[in-house]
Nanobody
Framework: QVQLVESGGGLVQAGGSLRLSCAAT????????ATWYRQAAGKERELVAS???????QYAESVKGRFTISRDNAKNIVSLQMNNLKPEDTATYYC????????????????WGQGTQVTVSS
């Protein structure tokens, strides 16, 4: 079994920075791909950034140039560095990853983290 544990959310003033982490624990062989989503109150969940072995990185237009997604393959951690935060970045951020499990290395399985709250004050 695999768990995704998110951390790094919090309250920050506009213009500030936060770094979110998504750690895959348990029966992890390697992370195939990962995506950060966010959901603001009363809005639909939206893609923020993704990283993939074969497709590289992709970003929503609203965060390009401010957010950077990265991965530490040795530690099975995916991070989201968020700079120049704006009040409209306020949301619950979720990590979604497709993981090759050691017990099933031929096909990745999808998992979601529990979410971490990011609040940006003006």
């Amino acid at each position: 079994q695999v768990q995704l544990v998110e951390s790094g959310g919090g309250l920050v003033q506009a213009g500030g920075s936060l770094r979110l982490s998504c750690a895959a624990t348990g029966d992890v062989e390697r992370i195939n791909s990962a995506t950060w989503y966010r959901q603001a109150a009363g809005k639909e969940r939206e893609l923020v950034a993704s990283i993939s072995t074969y497709s590289g990185t992709q970003y929503a237009e609203s965060v390009k140039g401010r957010f950077t997604i990265s991965r530490d393959n040795a530690k099975n951690i995916v991070s989201l560095q968020m700079n120049n935060l704006k009040p409209e970045d306020t949301a619950t951020y979720y990590c979604n990853a497709y993981i090759y499990e050691a017990s099933m290395p031929w096909e990745p399985s999808g998992y979601w983290g529990q979410g971490t709250q990011v609040t940006v004050s003006s």
